[in-house]
C-alpha cells in the first residue's frame, strides 16, 4: 500500500505544535477526516508508517531536531550534539514579564488609546492608575511622549519598541480588537498563563504579582506618583 502522504506533514506539525508528547492514537483522530480512511485500524497503521518515515528523515544530519518516543507519545526535541548551543541561546533570552492584572489593565488602556495622561487611564479603569506607571516604566514597556496641552500639563505615556518585541507586533496596528484582548487577559488569570499569539510571542509571561497593591491604595496617589514622575523626567531628557 502507497502511504497516505498527505499524513507526513500533517503529523510533523502536530507533533512540532504539541506541548506534550502526543500519542498514535490522538494524531490518528486529528487526522481522521482528512486522510480518508474510514477504517481506524487501517488510519492507526498508516500514522505509524508516516511516523516511522519521519523519525528515519529527522535523524539525518541535516537536522538539528529528531522526533523522540517519550511518555508514550511523540515529541520533537533537540539531538544531544546541539543541547550547548541551544542550551546558550536560552540563556540570553529575557526572562518573562510578570506584571499584576491592574498594571497589565492599564498597559491595556495605553496601548489602545495612546498617547494618554494617568488622569484619563484612571477615568477607563474607574480606579487610580499612578502606582502602576512606574513599574510599566521600568520594565520599559511604555515612555513618555511629551505632555498634553491643558491646564497642569500632565505627561502623556505611550507603548514601547519593547512593548512590540514582547508580544511579537509589527506595529500597534497588529494589535487584537479590545474584545479579543479582554477575552485573552480572563483566559490568563484563569489558568495563570497568557496563551502564546505565536512561537515568537511566547516570551511574554502574564501572572498575578501580590506585591504590587499600589493601584488599589487611593490615599497613598502623591506619593506613589513621585517615583514615576522622576522616571517621567529622566526619559524626557533622553527623548
Not at 490518528?28 to 492507526?44: P, Y
Not at 528515519?56 to 526535541?77: F, K, L, P, Q
Not at 511629551?146 to 505611550?158: A, C
Amino acid at each position: 500500500m502507497v502511504l497516505n502522504m498527505s499524513l507526513k506533514p500533517q503529523l510533523e506539525a502536530i507533533i512540532y505544535a504539541a506541548e506534550t508528547p502526543i500519542t498514535v492514537d490522538q494524531m490518528a483522530q486529528l487526522v481522521k477526516d482528512s486522510s480518508g480512511i474510514a477504517d481506524a485500524t487501517e488510519l492507526r497503521s498508516e500514522v505509524l508508517r508516516a511516523l516511522t518515515e519521519l523519525k528515519v528523515e529527522y535523524s539525518t544530519d541535516v537536522h538539528g531536531i529528531e522526533i523522540r518516543e517519550v511518555a508514550g507519545g511523540y515529541r520533537m526535541s533537540t539531538k544531544p550534539e546541539q543541547h550547548d548551543l541551544v542550551r546558550s541561546f536560552a540563556k540570553s533570552l529575557k526572562p518573562p514579564i510578570r506584571l499584576s492584572l491592574p498594571a497589565l489593565e492599564t498597559l491595556a488602556v495605553i496601548a489602545y488609546k495612546q498617547p494618554v495622561t494617568v488622569p484619563e487611564i484612571s477615568q477607563i479603569r474607574g480606579v487610580d492608575s499612578s502606582g502602576v506607571i512606574a513599574t510599566l516604566l521600568e520594565r520599559k514597556l511604555i515612555t513618555t511622549s511629551g505632555r498634553k496641552e491643558v491646564v497642569g500639563r500632565p505627561i502623556l505615556y505611550k507603548t514601547t519598541k519593547e512593548f512590540l518585541l514582547r508580544f511579537g507586533l509589527k506595529d500597534v496596528n497588529e494589535l487584537p480588537s479590545m474584545e479579543e484582548f479582554e477575552k485573552l487577559v480572563a483566559e490568563s488569570f484563569q489558568s495563570d498563563l497568557l496563551p502564546a499569539e505565536n512561537t515568537a510571542a511566547a516570551t511574554a509571561e502574564f501572572m498575578p504579582n501580590s506585591t504590587e497593591q499600589a493601584d488599589t491604595q487611593q490615599n497613598s496617589t502623591d506619593a506613589a506618583e513621585n517615583p514615576a514622575e522622576a522616571s517621567q523626567a529622566e526619559a524626557e531628557k533622553s527623548a
